[in-house]
């Protein structure tokens, strides 16, 4: 920005800059790269918050913008976790990989908050409410779906239970996949009219997913 | 625009919340007040007094129907910043936003089909400034929430009267204007423009049946529909079409936007049901903005004194 008198952002350290390629310069880039999934992850909550209790509030309909603005959150960094793999195979840049987690327990830390908020303020704990909602609406169903597949990778993401699991770590999270094209129909189905953001957000996640299938393909093709 | 949130919303008792136009002829009598000495020896309890006098005037004066809600009205930001109206974008936002360009005069409406008077009628001749008269209406929308709101306008069957429907007129017609080019929405095909609505006969005819011009004493914001639209408080809320241009008696039941939407979600009926869910979601509650708690919905949203009569012996969840 021309003209402006702000401070710069990136601090000059006193020391030397740090060799590219050295080990502390690519500590510090995965610091800034987990920073930043901080900063982009918490920003939707963080504000959320700041307006609900410091700022002009959440509007005329608070709950419609809590489950809508907690939903989409969780769906979009899911399908940014699933993105990972294959970025990190384009740009070649591995450390990409140590953010996946954080994804992940961003994108289901969305993903209880909306159900929260569904159960406590939207149903009000109404069990009659929820069980015809949750056995006979459909849209519901496949959310209720994704979110309970979301949770055994939630609770099994510590480096304990890595350890413990072994290859069958690998197998469970797996699941992330159905995970996600379930949340994207949970999603598309939620719409009145308008699917612009489900035919952006399904091209996207199909693109991520089909990465993987095309890989596979290649890899098998080369070693048969 | 966001409203401006209330912290203590739910502590306020409905009753002391000031309705846009009490609060506008406070502003009134308070300019008038300082132009004048006398304001200085009448003293801050005076000054009180004689507003609220001039609002209990202005109550009795001014509103036929719903004079039992005054206490539940949402005030005018709420009700201009939060709609839908898909001619101007999908989000809630989105009309207040999008319809500034929008341009309501010079306004007509064409009357025509089995009618004995058809032509093209200007907003005046179809509620007619004697006529006019302010009415509060729940409007409870498909989504589940609900509002409740000061209408401006005339009752439908005024209208009736003058265009004079032939006995081959079953159903009425009713469609919003079309232009892209003020309303952005319309580039899109999210729905199929323009967007059409339709009532029974009987329904146009009934007491409650509104056609509204102005909101809070004002004429009809563009993002409510201005200059001209419906208000069926007894349906749900998309029922209401806006910007009306097209007013068509038919024998046959019309199309509906909504309906050609997304059949099996929309009927031609759309009567508030608490016992009929929308297949994505319970109609049996709301949440009456601004608030996040739900309450329960009545029954044609609590107008089925007026209405029922009309809906006697049919099933009501295939007439949905």
Same mark, same amino acid.
């Given at each position: 920005?021309?003209?402006?008198?702000?401070?710069?952002?990136?601090?000059?350290?006193?020391?030397?800059?740090?060799?590219?390629?050295?080990?502390?310069?690519?500590?510090?880039?995965?610091?800034?790269?987990? $920073?930043?999934?901080?900063?982009?992850?918490?920003?939707?909550?963080?504000?959320?918050?700041?307006?609900?209790?410091?700022?002009?509030?959440?509007?005329? !309909?608070?709950?419609?913008?809590?489950?809508?603005? $907690?939903?989409?959150?969780?769906?979009?960094?899911?399908?940014?976790?699933?993105?990972?793999?294959?970025?990190?195979?384009?740009?070649?840049?591995?450390?990409?990989?140590?953010?996946?987690?954080?994804? %992940?327990?961003?994108?289901?830390?969305?993903?209880?908050?909306?159900?929260?908020?569904? =159960?406590?303020?939207?149903?009000?704990?109404?069990?009659?409410?929820?069980?015809?909602?949750?056995?006979?609406?459909?849209?519901?169903?496949?959310?209720?779906?994704? *979110?309970?597949?979301?949770?055994?990778?939630?609770?099994? $993401?510590?480096?304990?239970?890595?350890?413990?699991?072994?290859?069958?770590?690998?197998?469970?999270?797996?699941?992330?996949?159905?995970?996600?094209?379930?949340?994207?129909?949970?999603?598309?189905?939620?719409?009145?009219?308008?699917?612009?953001?489900?035919?952006?957000?399904?091209?996207?996640?199909?693109?991520?997913?089909?990465?993987?299938?095309?890989?596979?393909?290649?890899?098998?093709?080369?070693?048969? | 625009?966001?409203?401006?949130?209330?912290?203590?919303?739910?502590?306020?008792?409905?009753?002391?919340?000031?309705?846009?136009?009490?609060?506008?002829?406070?502003?009134?009598?308070?300019?008038?007040?300082?132009? %004048?000495?006398?304001?200085?020896?009448?003293?801050?309890?005076?000054?009180?007094?004689?507003?609220?006098?001039?609002?209990?005037?202005?109550?009795?004066?001014?509103?036929?129907?719903?004079?039992?809600?005054?206490?539940?009205?949402?005030?005018?930001?709420?009700?201009?910043?939060?709609?839908?109206?898909?001619?101007?974008?999908?989000?809630?936002?989105?009309?207040?936003?999008?319809? %500034?360009?929008?341009?309501?005069?010079?306004?007509?409406?064409?009357?025509?089909?089995?009618?004995?008077?058809?032509?093209?009628?200007?907003?005046?001749? =179809?509620?007619?400034?004697?006529?006019?008269?302010?009415?509060?209406?729940?409007?409870?929308?498909?989504?589940?929430?609900?509002?409740?709101?000061?209408?401006?306008? %005339?009752?439908?069957?005024?209208?009736?009267?003058?265009?004079?429907?032939?006995?081959?007129?079953?159903?009425?017609? *009713?469609?919003?204007?079309?232009?892209?080019?003020?309303?952005?929405?319309?580039?899109?095909?999210?729905?199929?423009?323009?967007?059409?609505?339709?009532?029974?006969?009987?329904?146009?005819?009934?007491?409650?049946?509104?056609?509204? +011009?102005?909101?809070?004493?004002?004429?009809?914001?563009?993002?409510?529909?201005?200059?001209?639209?419906?208000?069926?408080?007894?349906?749900?809320?998309?029922?209401?079409?806006?910007?009306?241009?097209?007013?068509?008696?038919?024998?046959?039941?019309?199309?509906?936007?909504?309906?050609?939407?997304?059949?099996?979600?929309?009927? *031609?009926?759309?009567?508030?049901?608490?016992?009929?869910?929308?297949?994505?979601? $319970?109609?049996?509650?709301?949440?009456?903005?601004?608030?996040?708690?739900?309450?329960?919905? +009545?029954?044609? !949203?609590?107008?089925?004194?007026?209405?029922?009569?009309?809906?006697?012996?049919?099933?009501? +969840?295939?007439?949905?």
């Amino acid at each position: 920005m021309t003209g402006s008198h702000e401070p710069s952002v990136t601090p000059s350290p006193p020391e030397p800059a740090p060799r590219p390629g050295s080990a502390r310069s690519r500590r510090r880039r995965v610091l800034l790269l987990k $920073s930043a999934v901080w900063v982009a992850c918490g920003f939707p909550l963080a504000r959320g918050l700041y307006r609900w209790f410091l700022g002009d509030g959440l509007g005329a !309909n608070p709950l419609e913008a809590m489950i809508l603005g $907690s939903g989409l959150s969780a769906f979009v960094i899911l399908t940014a976790s699933l993105g990972v793999t294959p970025m990190r195979r384009i740009t070649r840049w591995n450390d990409l990989q140590k953010v996946r987690r954080l994804l %992940g327990l961003w994108a289901f830390a969305y993903a209880l908050i909306h159900v929260s908020v569904y =159960l406590w303020l939207d149903q009000g704990w109404a069990w009659g409410f929820i069980v015809e909602d949750v056995t006979e609406r459909p849209f519901i169903v496949v959310g209720t779906l994704t *979110f309970l597949l979301l949770v055994p990778l939630a609770l099994t $993401s510590t480096r304990g239970w890595i350890r413990r699991l072994g290859r069958n770590w690998v197998r469970l999270h797996w699941l992330v996949y159905p995970a996600g094209a379930l949340g994207w129909l949970h999603y598309t189905w939620g719409q009145k009219a308008d699917l612009r953001g489900p035919l952006i957000a399904g091209a996207i996640l199909a693109s991520f997913l089909g990465f993987r299938v095309w890989r596979r393909v290649v890899r098998n093709r080369a070693v048969g | 625009m966001w409203i401006k949130k209330k912290p203590s919303w739910d502590t306020i008792p409905p009753s002391e919340i000031t309705p846009y136009d009490v609060y506008l002829n406070r502003r009134q009598f308070m300019a008038a007040a300082g132009a %004048g000495v006398a304001a200085a020896a009448l003293g801050p309890s005076a000054v009180a007094a004689a507003v609220r006098r001039r609002a209990q005037e202005a109550q009795v004066g001014e509103v036929a129907f719903g004079e039992e809600l005054r206490g539940e009205l949402n005030d005018y930001d709420l009700i201009t910043t939060y709609n839908n109206y898909y001619e101007f974008g999908t989000r809630k936002q989105d009309p207040a936003q999008n319809a %500034g360009d929008f341009r309501p005069e010079p306004w007509s409406v064409e009357v025509s089909g089995e009618v004995h008077r058809p032509g093209r009628y200007s907003v005046e001749e =179809l509620v007619r400034p004697d006529e006019v008269e302010d009415r509060i209406y729940r409007l409870r929308c498909v989504e589940a929430w609900s509002m409740v709101v000061p209408w401006r306008g %005339g009752a439908f069957r005024n209208l009736l009267t003058r265009v004079e429907p032939t006995s081959n007129a079953k159903f009425v017609a *009713f469609e919003t204007v079309y232009r892209p080019e003020e309303m952005p929405g319309q580039r899109r095909r999210v729905l199929e423009w323009p967007y059409v609505e339709g009532l029974r006969i009987d329904e146009a005819a009934n007491e409650l049946t509104f056609l509204a +011009t102005g909101l809070y004493g004002r004429d009809l914001p563009n993002q409510n529909g201005a200059p001209l639209r419906l208000v069926v408080p007894w349906k749900y809320g998309f029922k209401s079409i806006k910007s009306i241009v097209k007013i068509t008696f038919t024998e046959e039941m019309p199309p509906t936007s909504w309906n050609l939407s997304a059949p099996h979600e929309y009927g *031609f009926y759309a009567n508030v049901n608490p016992e009929v869910d929308h297949p994505r979601w $319970s109609q049996a509650r709301e949440t009456r903005l601004p608030g996040i708690r739900k309450s329960p919905t +009545t029954m044609f !949203n609590g107008y089925g004194e007026q209405v029922e009569h009309m809906y006697r012996g049919m099933d009501l +969840t295939r007439w949905y």
